[in-house]
C-alpha cells in the first residue's frame, strides 16, 4: 500500500506548530493503541503509520528535508525510520514521554521500557449472571478458577534448589537492548526489551523440573468477587490481581467478570427504573380501593386506585427501583406501574344478568373525552 502523506497522516496542515503536531499524534496514537484494540492489525498499523509521522514532523530538520524532497529524501532514502518494521516496544521506548513518561494510558496496559520488567501473569474471563434480587442489593459470588498459579517446588523463582538468578550477559541486567540504525540524519538508537532475560534482567542459573523455570504451575483458586449494586447487561467488572500468577515472581494478571441478567418474571428493566405490569380487577377499577405492588426489595407497597381507573394508567413509585452503579449516577431508580383492566372470558349466568342490567346505563357507554383520549393513544400507537 503506498505512504501516505504525513501531513495527511496526522491531520494537520503544513504551516502546524510542533504543539499542534504533538497534540495531533497523541490523539491518533491513543486511538489505535495496541492496548485498546488487541490483536486489531488494521488499528496497529495506523498506530505505526502515525508514528512514523511524527517522528519526521515532529523532528525540525527532518521535517524541512520531507517538505523539500518528500518521502525519497535528497539521497534517495528518507530517514531510517520504518515504522511498519519496528515492534512497539521500540515504538513506545522512542516516543513513550509524550503520553506522560509512560506509553499506557488511562489504565490500559503497556509502556516504554525503563528498566528490568516484572512479568505480568495474563487476564482471565468470567461470566456471572444475576437476578434483580442480586442486581438491586449487590452480591459476594465465588468461582473456582483454572489457573496459573505460583510453582509450589520453586516458591515461584523458577529456579532448582535455591539456585537463585545471575545478570544476564546480553543485557548486562537492564533488561532492555539498544538497536542502532544509520539514516541519512546519522545514526539512530531504539531500545527495545531483551530476547534473552525478556526484559527481566536476570537470567535462572538451574531451571526448576516442575515448571521449567517458569515459577507457575496449573492449579485451582476459589475467588470471591463483589459485584457492586446497579450493574447491567454487558457491564465487565475488573478483578485486579487474581487472574494467572506472573512468570518468576511477576506481577498477576486480572480477572474480567462479564455481567449476564437472568430475566426476571415481575418486573421489567429500564436502565434504573423497574416497570410492573398491574393487572386490575374490574370492580376495583370501577369503585376503586387499595391493592399491593410487590418491589424489588421484597417488600409490598399498598397502593390507593381512584374509582374509574383506566386501562393504559401509569404510576410512578419514586425511588422503588434499582440503584445506580458506583460512579453513574445517584440514587434509586423508580418502579413504574403498568395498570391493564382484566376482562373475564367466561361468566357464570348470575354475572351475566348482573352485567346485563348496566349494559345500556351512561355511566359504562363512556364519555366524549374518554373515547377521544382512546382515539389519540391509538393514533400515537400508529404513528
Known amino acids: 500500500m503506498a505512504k501516505r502523506d504525513y501531513y495527511e497522516v496526522l491531520g494537520v496542515d503544513k504551516n502546524a506548530t510542533e504543539d499542534q503536531i504533538k497534540k495531533a499524534y497523541r490523539t491518533i496514537a491513543i486511538k ?21 509521522a511524527y517522528d519526521v514532523l515532529h523532528d525540525p ?19 531510517g525510520f520504518n515504522a511498519s518494521s519496528m515492534n512497539m516496544d521500540d515504538i513506545f521506548s522512542m516516543f513513550g514521554d509524550i503520553f506522560g513518561g509512560r506509553a499506557g494510558f488511562g489504565g490500559f496496559g503497556g509502556g516504554a ?19 434483580l434480587e442480586e442486581i438491586a442489593t449487590g452480591v459476594t459470588k465465588k468461582f473456582k478458577v483454572r489457573k496459573d498459579i505460583p510453582c509450589a517446588h520453586c516458591h515461584g523463582t523458577g529456579a532448582e534448589d535455591g539456585s537463585g538468578t545471575e545478570t544476564c550477559p546480553t543485557c548486562h541486567g537492564s533488561g532492555v537492548i539498544t538497536h542502532t540504525t544509520q539514516s541519512i540524519f546519522g545514526m539512530m538508537q531504539t531500545q527495545g526489551t531483551c530476547p534473552t532475560c525478556n526484559g527481566s534482567g536476570r537470567i535462572i542459573k538451574n531451571k526448576c523440573r516442575h515448571c521449567g523455570g517458569t515459577g507457575v504451575e496449573k492449579g485451582e483458586e476459589v475467588v470471591e468477587i463483589k459485584i457492586p449494586a446497579g450493574v447491567a447487561e454487558g457491564m465487565i467488572i475488573n478483578v485486579p490481581g487474581k487472574g494467572n500468577a506472573g512468570h518468576n515472581k511477576g506481577i498477576n494478571g486480572d480477572i474480567q467478570v462479564f455481567v449476564e441478567e437472568i430475566e426476571d418474571e415481575r418486573f421489567i428493566r429500564d436502565d434504573s427504573d423497574l416497570i410492573y405490569n398491574l393487572l386490575l380487577d374490574f370492580p376495583t377499577a370501577a369503585l376503586g380501593g387499595d391493592v399491593e405492588i410487590p418491589t424489588i426489595q421484597g417488600t409490598k407497597l ?10 393504559g ?71
Open 32 to 52: 489505535y493503541h495496541p492496548d485498546r484494540n488487541p490483536g486489531n492489525k488494521e488499528a496497529e498499523e495506523k498506530f505505526k503509520e502515525a508514528a512514523e
Open 61 to 79: 530538520q527532518k521535517r524541512q528535508q520531507y517538505d523539500q524532497f518528500g518521502f525519497n529524501g535528497p539521497q534517495g532514502g528518507f530517514g
Open 113 to 131: 521500557h525503563r528498566g528490568p520488567q516484572q512479568h505480568r501473569g495474563s487476564d482471565l474471563r468470567l461470566k456471572v449472571r444475576l437476578t
Open 302 to 311: 399498598r397502593v390507593k386506585m381512584e374509582p374509574g381507573t383506566q386501562p
Open 313 to 383: 394508567k401509569t404510576l410512578r413509585l419514586r425511588g422503588k427501583g434499582l440503584p445506580a452503579v458506583q460512579g453513574y449516577g445517584r440514587g434509586n431508580g423508580d418502579l413504574v406501574v403498568n395498570v391493564s383492566v382484566y376482562v373475564p372470558k367466561t361468566l357464570s349466568r348470575e354475572e351475566k344478568e348482573a352485567i346485563e342490567k348496566f349494559k345500556h346505563s351512561d355511566n359504562f357507554q363512556g364519555d366524549a373525552a374518554t373515547k377521544r383520549s382512546i382515539f389519540q393513544r391509538f393514533k400515537n400507537y400508529f404513528n
